[in-house]
């Protein structure tokens, strides 16, 4: 069997010159650790998945070998990778034979989440896609995917403080967990913007106008092994400035409740590895990014995020 291992992910940039004000030596170096340990990979065998004889997936041993009781009228699995079948040749054969997939591994609880969503499966953002797959099915065939994430900022400079949310704990994917208080994959057919202002409201009753108002800040990268499959990532990072007396208040059942906290306490937050104030992997991504460049954004524009 063939035994592949994607490729790593770019590292998310960690500057050797920070300010110590806002992480400490030691909270650095075990954030390093936390961050870099949460995506290595098991030691599993990996195949691709191929659609039109594009790669646009990464499915595991056991994934794959589940696959070929479809038969050969949807998949082609063999050492090589999985493959949808060269009579599936144009959009909606493809996205009818997956969703066919996916509502029988949904039977099957081989799928714990389902998003009633549909991801564009594609070789790039915004490239024509292949197909459509639900979303609750995108990690079980290790496909690309893309969300927005927003820092909310209170305040300006080191004396910044950040919001987080509480993640739901009937949340099938890292249930009860601190995330960003705002994030969410962008669905087929979405762009960042939108993605944006929608999860903005839904996550924390923020309206459109001051969503509109989140500055890009680039995009960070993760890939790690979950329970349904292979998360491999691109967040697109953005710094939202609210106003002092804002109070985030969820709109859509996904968020328990919120937390300001210091620079400082964000550090120490994304540095634990467990307990009750775990924060997200992806989440912990974005916050640090905030937390090495983001004071640093703020100031060239006038001290605001």
Not at 1 to 28: F, K, Q, S, T
Not at 159 to 170: D, G, M, N, Q, V
Not at 174 to 194: K, Q
Request: proline share 5%; charged share 25%.
């Amino acid at each position: 069997m063939r035994r592949e291992r994607p490729g790593n992910p770019p590292r998310v940039a960690i500057a050797n010159h920070y300010n110590a004000a806002v992480i400490e030596a030691p909270i650095l170096t075990a954030i390093r650790r936390r961050l870099d340990r949460a995506q290595v990979l098991p030691s599993i065998g990996y195949r691709p998945f191929f659609i039109a004889g594009e790669r646009v997936g990464t499915i595991d041993d056991a994934r794959a070998a589940r696959l070929q009781r479809f038969g050969a009228g949807v998949f082609v699995v063999d050492a090589s990778g999985v493959a949808l079948v060269g009579r599936l040749r144009d959009f909606a054969s493809r996205t009818a034979a997956l969703a066919d997939v996916a509502l029988a591994l949904r039977a099957e609880d081989a799928l714990p989440a389902w998003r009633d969503e549909l991801y564009a499966v594609a070789t790039a953002f915004g490239a024509r896609p292949l197909c459509h797959l639900e979303r609750g099915a995108a990690r079980y065939f290790g496909v690309h995917t893309w969300a927005a994430h927003v820092n909310g900022v209170v305040g300006a400079g080191a004396e910044a403080k950040l919001w987080f949310a509480r993640r739901s704990p009937t949340k099938a994917v890292d249930p009860g967990l601190l995330d960003n208080l705002v994030g969410g994959g962008i669905a087929a057919g979405g762009s960042v913007e939108e993605t944006v202002v929608k999860e903005s409201f839904e996550e924390a009753g923020i309206e459109r106008a001051l969503a509109l108002t989140a500055r890009p800040a680039g995009t960070l990268h993760i890939r790690r092994q979950m329970i349904d499959g292979l998360q491999l990532e691109t967040l697109f990072v953005h710094d939202l400035a609210l106003p002092p007396d804002f109070v985030p208040r969820n709109q859509d059942g996904e968020v328990s409740g919120h937390r300001l906290v210091d620079l400082a306490e964000a550090a120490r937050l994304i540095a634990q590895e467990s307990g009750s104030d775990e924060v997200t992997v992806d989440a912990s991504l974005v916050v640090l990014d905030y937390l090495t460049h983001g004071v640093a954004r703020a100031a060239r524009h006038g001290g605001r995020a």
